[in-house]
């Protein structure tokens, strides 16, 4: 029952523009900081961003800082990522994945599929 569905990826040049979204269900979204993590193939997961669970603070890997904007509508149960100015190296599987504070560390609960973001010219 619980998931985590991910859209938006696509083929696309250097220097444009895409926005994935999370859809979330089975379990309580706002009771979960909510991140995105991409990966190559060959290659471990990497982190891209992350954000509380009222949306009112974020953070991102130097990599995409300036480029990426990570947002959720809690109301909707929805994870967004923003890739602007978008460059050959964000080519990757893009995953949203659920986070839950367990007493000592936060621990990733739940991933989605993933979503395929290529970016060339």
């Known amino acids: 029952q619980v998931q985590l569905v991910e859209s938006g990826g696509g083929l696309v040049e250097p220097g444009e523009s895409l926005r994935l979204s999370c859809v979330a269900s089975g379990f309580t979204f706002g009771w979960y900081r909510m991140s995105w993590h991409r990966q190559v193939p060959g290659n471990e997961r990497e982190w891209v961003a992350t954000i509380t669970t009222a949306g009112d603070s974020t953070k991102y890997a130097d990599s995409v800082k300036g480029r990426f904007t990570i947002r959720r509508d809690n109301s909707k149960k929805t994870l967004f990522l923003q890739m602007n100015n978008l460059k050959p190296e964000d080519t990757a599987v893009y995953y949203c994945?659920?986070?839950?504070?367990?007493?000592?560390?936060?621990?990733?609960?739940?991933w989605g599929q993933g979503t395929r973001v290529t970016v060339s010219s």
């Open positions: 994945g659920a986070e839950r504070w367990d007493g000592n560390t936060w621990s990733y609960d739940y």
